[in-house]
């Protein structure tokens, strides 16, 4: 979340709930809604490290609040984050390591892990499903990061069928 948070506020310095609002806007209903605590756990943590700074505005009949804004600093890790690669595919898979190693100490069978993983997988391919169809169509976003997740599934999918012939 840091480094979204940085992103924001590249746009335009902002408090807190408008950060977490900004999220649920940009992302729409396929990004976990953010926790507000978290959110101002990350931004303490930010301003520490000096990648933003917060200037107390007052508020009439209220409260001040925290105003956060990008540092040089914060502009020039966010800027290093954009430019590099993501992540790819995983090489070190956690079930695939159980599907490798559960068999050997005799506390699973490879079709039983295979046949739960997929069960796994159609029921997350099913919620994505269901959330795709309550998205607007005009929240592109959304849909894009929706198709994403269900495509990586698909993928994970088809890698189970390949398992499953070469391995059980």
């Not at 806007?25 to 990648?51: C, H, M, W």
């Not at 700074?53 to 540092?71: C, F, G, H, I, M």
């Not at 849909?143 to 189970?160: F, T």
Request: aromatic letters at 6%; a negative charge; proline letters at 5%.
């Amino acid at each position: 979340m840091r480094l979204h948070l940085l992103a924001l506020l590249a746009k335009e310095p902002a408090h807190g709930y408008e950060l977490k609002q900004a999220l649920e806007q940009t992302f729409g209903s396929a990004y976990p809604s953010p926790n507000i605590g978290q959110i101002y756990v990350t931004l303490g943590r930010l301003e520490k490290d000096g990648l933003i700074r917060a200037v107390d505005v007052e508020q009439s009949n209220r409260p001040n609040k925290k105003v956060y804004y990008l540092t040089a600093k914060g502009r020039d890790v966010l800027t290093l984050w954009v430019d590099e690669p993501t992540e790819g595919p995983r090489v070190r898979d956690e079930f695939f390591m159980k599907l490798v190693l559960a068999p050997l100490t005799g506390i699973a069978d490879r079709m039983a892990l295979i046949n739960r993983q997929r069960r796994h997988y159609l029921s997350l391919m099913g919620d994505l499903n269901d959330l795709l169809a309550r998205t607007a169509p005009t929240d592109r976003v959304a849909i894009l990061l929706i198709e994403g997740a269900m495509l990586h599934l698909q993928a994970d999918l088809d890698w189970l069928e390949r398992c499953q012939e070469d391995l059980a």
